[in-house]
């Protein structure tokens, strides 16, 4: 099996300051909370399933696989509608317990590079 070097993650934490995007650079943008009858910041299976930063990932992976997205080798994370993205950062820094086998293969194969 050929070694795979991990992929570099960007986390933008301010709005307007995204970076520009290379040809092999895709973009995951976190939402805030989807406005559904509850305050921000108040948990949200439906919300939480949106900003899980890992299982997003995750199914970034999935799409290259099955031939429905590009093959890339950076991500801008737009983490700047997140009400705390500490959150964030800690799922990419291995802070949160791993919940499923998805967690383990983001964490072998993405990691975070800096924070904007």
Excluded at 58 to 87: C, H, N, W, Y
Aim: hydrophobic share 50%; net charge neutral; aromatic share 4%.
């Amino acid at each position: 099996m050929a070694k795979v070097d991990p992929i570099p993650v960007v986390m933008v934490t301010q709005a307007g300051q995204l970076l520009a995007l290379g040809p092999d650079t895709a973009l995951l943008r976190l939402p805030a909370n989807s406005g559904h009858g509850h305050a921000d910041g108040q948990h949200c299976v439906a919300c939480a399933a949106h900003t899980d930063v890992r299982a997003r990932l995750f199914d970034m992976l999935e799409d290259v696989k099955r031939g429905t997205r590009p093959a890339f080798t950076q991500v801008i994370v737009d983490a700047s509608a997140v009400g705390d993205p500490t959150a964030v950062v800690a799922a990419l820094t291995g802070k949160l317990p791993a919940q499923a086998l998805r967690d383990h293969t983001v964490a072998r194969l993405f990691y975070l590079a800096d924070v904007a």
